[in-house]
């Protein structure tokens, strides 16, 4: 009705800010469920996965028309994860770089481990031509954290971010089991004290 004294129609309330809407609800859904699925069983079928994301398969394909589009998602999902540990831990031991490398390495490592066959899948996945970052966002988020280490002579010098994550890679095939972590532990320790370089006579492991 228009207002007597404007003679004009009153403005419209304004309208409520939608709520995130069921797509992008089923979608991170489906991502937190295939991560655990792919975790367990690089294999796992996407319709085994759309049921226990609670999901129809109609749903799925439009989200993920493939499996390997779901596994690569969850993928760069979990290294989006990685590179945002590497720049907190950076600032949390600012004054000490070499515990960021140290726990952010450990994570990595444990990842790898928890991922080991999903990581296979990606790979081949990557050469079917599916598009993927280069240069790896990985690296990337190591560069820093090598470069303070360096800076306050925690590492020796020239150290580059490949050829540290290469010999994380090996980490991998450290195994599970009762004493899969206990294993990957003892062989990080031992890739931290290389990175070092030498130092003084008597001077213990990993101080």
Wanted: charged letters at 25%; glycine letters at 10%; proline letters at 11%.
């Amino acid at each position: 009705m228009p207002d007597p004294a404007s003679g004009s129609s009153p403005a419209a309330p304004p309208r409520p800010r939608p709520r995130r809407s069921d797509a992008e609800g089923n979608r991170a859904r489906i991502i937190d469920v295939a991560r655990g699925a792919f975790t367990d069983d690089p294999d796992a079928p996407l319709h085994s996965i759309a049921k226990a994301a609670g999901v129809g398969q109609g749903t799925m394909y439009r989200h993920f028309p493939s499996r390997d589009a779901l596994l690569l998602t969850v993928y760069r999902t979990d290294v989006e994860a990685l590179v945002a540990d590497a720049r907190h831990l950076l600032a949390e031991h600012e004054q000490e770089p070499l515990e960021a490398l140290r726990h952010w390495l450990t994570r990595l490592a444990g990842y790898g481990r928890s991922r080991c066959g999903a990581s296979r899948a990606v790979e081949a996945a990557t050469r079917t031509g599916l598009p993927h970052e280069a240069p790896p966002p990985v690296t990337a988020a190591l560069d820093p954290i090598l470069t303070a280490c360096e800076e306050a002579r925690q590492v020796r010098p020239g150290v580059q971010a490949p050829e540290v994550l290469l010999l994380v890679s090996f980490l991998w095939r450290a195994g599970g089991g009762p004493d899969g972590q206990g294993r990957t532990d003892r062989l990080l320790g031992i890739v931290i004290d290389g990175l070092r370089g030498p130092r003084s006579p008597g001077t213990p492991p990993g101080t």
